[in-house]
């Protein structure tokens, strides 16, 4: 049972250029998240998902978007990348929320230089 | 806007001691919370979860929570040097926990 699968592991960014951080899921969980953290800090939410063609903003979603197209797939798209954007991101689901864990992929580690 | 606070730490404490973590959180609304360990470079792993006031055991892991002071609380006897991490507290955002907002962690060094 794979989990949470997150691609690339590592990636290094110049300023202005575009990516898509990959999240794969496989325990069929509605619920779907993107967090970003800073060196020492907690998790910041970028954006969260409640089902296959629903996203919504968190608390820090400028620079990024994202689409959920299907139940297992999140992506998370970085326009016009920024030195402000490097951080550790992780993408998690969750069955419930309010009652259950949300389960974390291993983590892209994103360099803007 | 809900918010979740913890002291950062370091905490210390040696081998063999009780390690105690301490979370407030400020929406009086909350009715679930979490308890996640994060290694260094690692994702976080959930460790306990609790929705009742009172205790949770679990090993030596026990939680507590005090809805009316609003404070959530991790209990680590017998800390291992492998116990070292950072913990970090979650609470779902509202009420219908769409989401979860995390405390910035405590880190957490047991000496051998």
């Known amino acids: 049972n794979a989990g949470v699968t997150q691609t690339p592991k590592f990636r290094i960014l110049k300023i202005g250029q575009s990516m898509t951080l990959q999240c794969t899921q496989d325990?069929?969980?509605?619920?779907m998240y993107w967090y970003r953290q800073d060196p020492g800090m907690g998790l910041k939410l970028i954006y969260y998902?409640?089902?296959?063609?629903?996203?919504d903003k968190g608390e820090v979603p400028n620079g990024y978007n994202v689409s959920r197209s299907t139940t297992e797939d999140f992506p998370l798209r970085l326009e016009l990348a920024a030195p402000s954007q490097t951080s550790v991101y992780f993408c998690?689901?969750?069955?419930?929320?309010?009652?259950?864990?949300?389960?974390f992929g291993q983590g892209t580690r994103l360099t803007v230089v | 806007q809900k918010e979740v606070e913890q002291n950062s730490g370091p905490l210390s404490v040696p081998e063999g001691a009780i390690a105690s973590l301490n979370c407030t959180y400020s929406?009086?609304?909350?009715?679930?919370f979490f308890w996640y360990r994060q290694y260094s470079g690692k994702s976080p792993e959930l460790i306990m979860s609790?929705?009742?006031?009172g205790d949770k055991e679990d090993g030596r892991f026990t939680a507590q929570l005090n809805k009316a002071s609003q404070y959530v609380s991790l209990l680590i006897r017998d800390s291992q040097p492998s116990d070292s991490a950072t913990y970090l507290c979650?609470?779902?955002?509202?009420?219908?926990?769409?989401?979860?907002?995390f405390g910035p962690g405590t880190r957490l060094s047991v000496l051998p």
């Open positions: 998690a689901s969750s069955y419930s929320p309010h009652s259950t864990e949300a389960f």
């Open positions: 929406d009086r609304g909350s009715q679930s």
């Open positions: 609790i929705y009742s006031n």
């Open positions: 979650a609470v779902p955002r509202d009420n219908y926990g769409q989401n979860f907002v």
């Open positions: 998902s409640v089902g296959a063609g629903i996203t």
């Open positions: 325990m069929n969980h509605n619920y």
